[in-house]
């Protein structure tokens, strides 16, 4: 892969730049609530994936071509409205969420460990948190947000254990922007909640 620059020591190459600015893009995009989010994302994945790859983190490859799926259905999904009003998971929804991920985490690092993957159990963790993640966020759920700040905690540490120091730096920037995009979704949540038509009685 071709080094474009170096960065405290650490070669940064064409595709883990480009990646990093798209991603930033996409998360930007989502965060205001427009469909425009998901082709960046798509083109994001595809660059991430190619460079995951020759890292031998085998489950963020893989991360990558959920990511792409997701981004088809999101912009679907969304339509040209985009976010309309983001909605919150019931109480039952969300520990069947945390409990699937759990589950699906135990299940994946030991397969990882099988077929001889670097840093098990971190990189399986990234794929199922962020599996949920994405899901949450083409469902317009709120939770996609705080979901995606223990993904984006673990990546950081992850991905800064493999060596990967420019895109460690650049998950500690999603941390922030999840933060802000649970602020912006929650916002506009209690816009469309004070929108919304009261029923009539009698």
């Given at each position: 892969m071709a080094v474009l620059f170096t960065f405290w020591g650490y070669p940064v190459t064409v595709i883990e730049l480009c990646a990093v600015i798209m991603s930033v893009l996409a998360i930007g995009?989502?965060?205001r609530g427009t469909r425009w989010t998901w082709p960046l994302y798509f083109l994001a994945s595809l660059l991430y994936g190619w460079l995951f790859l020759g890292?031998?983190?085998y489950a963020s490859a893989t991360m990558q071509l959920?990511?792409?799926?997701?981004a088809i259905w999101g912009w679907f999904s969304w339509g040209r409205e985009g976010v309309r009003a983001p909605s919150r998971l019931s109480a039952a929804a969300r520990s069947g969420v945390a409990l699937g991920v759990l589950?699906?985490?135990?299940?994946t690092a030991p397969l990882l460990q099988a077929i001889g993957g670097a840093a098990t159990w971190g990189d399986a963790f990234m794929l199922v948190g962020s599996?949920?993640?994405q899901l949450l966020m083409v469902l317009q759920k709120k939770e996609t947000w705080?979901?995606?700040m223990a993904v984006n905690t673990v990546g950081a540490v992850l991905y800064a254990s493999q060596g990967l120091y420019f895109t460690s730096l650049f998950y500690v920037v999603l941390i922030l922007m999840a933060?802000?995009?649970?602020?912006a979704w929650s916002a506009r949540a209690s816009i469309g909640q004070?929108?919304?038509p009261v029923p009539a009685h009698g």
């Amino acid at each position: 892969m071709a080094v474009l620059f170096t960065f405290w020591g650490y070669p940064v190459t064409v595709i883990e730049l480009c990646a990093v600015i798209m991603s930033v893009l996409a998360i930007g995009l989502g965060i205001r609530g427009t469909r425009w989010t998901w082709p960046l994302y798509f083109l994001a994945s595809l660059l991430y994936g190619w460079l995951f790859l020759g890292f031998t983190l085998y489950a963020s490859a893989t991360m990558q071509l959920i990511f792409m799926a997701a981004a088809i259905w999101g912009w679907f999904s969304w339509g040209r409205e985009g976010v309309r009003a983001p909605s919150r998971l019931s109480a039952a929804a969300r520990s069947g969420v945390a409990l699937g991920v759990l589950i699906l985490w135990a299940v994946t690092a030991p397969l990882l460990q099988a077929i001889g993957g670097a840093a098990t159990w971190g990189d399986a963790f990234m794929l199922v948190g962020s599996l949920a993640a994405q899901l949450l966020m083409v469902l317009q759920k709120k939770e996609t947000w705080p979901t995606w700040m223990a993904v984006n905690t673990v990546g950081a540490v992850l991905y800064a254990s493999q060596g990967l120091y420019f895109t460690s730096l650049f998950y500690v920037v999603l941390i922030l922007m999840a933060v802000s995009g649970w602020r912006a979704w929650s916002a506009r949540a209690s816009i469309g909640q004070s929108a919304a038509p009261v029923p009539a009685h009698g």
